[in-house]
């Protein structure tokens, strides 16, 4: 049973401005194009957290708007982070403090994260099954990128750890749990972190060139 995390907290002090909800092809924003692609990959059978904290009540606003069927459903829920200066990790802990009974695997994923489709998702998590991974961290051309995955087995561990890494926390505490999968998804370790960015990919008709 997976539960998926969005990482959508963050106040984008690199970017200059909330990019959480800068527009997106169609009609869409970065993090309403994230959050379709992990819908529409149809892995998710508990939940899908989305974590806000900067200018919450602005993205809950959208949120509510985009969403209505899925957040009435339960399968979409919004998670309040007052701590998100704190770092990612707050941000996790958040998602993790409330889980459906029986949950077993975890994906998380950022807001910034529009190029990864949903076959990736897909594709990611049926690997993550077939190799019984304990934690899936996949990457290209030696890079690190998302979506994470990891048992629920590690939640309390996570809940106990302090700093402002995120995940890096766990990874470097049990290095020899980590399943390395490389693949050829350019997209998986791009993110949307400085103006220039998000402007390049804007004028390429938010293509991945």
């Not at 919450?56 to 509510?64: C, G, R, S, T």
């Not at 750890?161 to 995940?167: P, S």
Request: net charge neutral; with cysteine; proline share 3%.
């Amino acid at each position: 049973m997976l539960t998926a995390v969005v990482l959508a907290a963050g106040e984008a002090a690199r970017m200059g401005e909330l990019k959480q909800l800068l527009d997106w092809k169609a009609e869409n924003t970065i993090l309403g194009k994230t959050v379709d692609n992990l819908l529409a990959a149809e892995i998710v059978d508990e939940e899908l957290k989305i974590v806000v904290g900067a200018e919450k009540e602005k993205i809950k606003k959208y949120l509510l708007g985009k969403y209505r069927t899925e957040l009435k459903s339960g399968i979409l829920k919004i998670v309040g982070n007052d701590d998100y200066q704190k770092g990612m990790m707050s941000s996790i802990k958040k998602a993790l403090t409330q889980l459906p009974a029986g949950n077993q695997h975890l994906l998380f994923t950022l807001a910034d994260k529009p190029f990864i489709g949903p076959e990736i998702y897909r594709e990611f998590y049926q690997k993550y099954l077939e190799l019984e991974a304990e934690i899936f961290l996949p990457q290209y051309q030696g890079q690190k990128g998302h979506p994470v995955i990891i048992k629920n087995k590690f939640r309390e561990i996570v809940l106990k750890l302090e700093g402002k890494a995120g995940l890096r926390n766990l990874f470097d505490l049990m290095p020899d749990r980590i399943h390395h999968y490389s693949c050829d998804y350019r997209e998986i370790t791009v993110d949307l972190d400085f103006k220039e960015d998000y402007q390049k990919y804007r004028s390429n008709n938010f293509e991945l060139k």
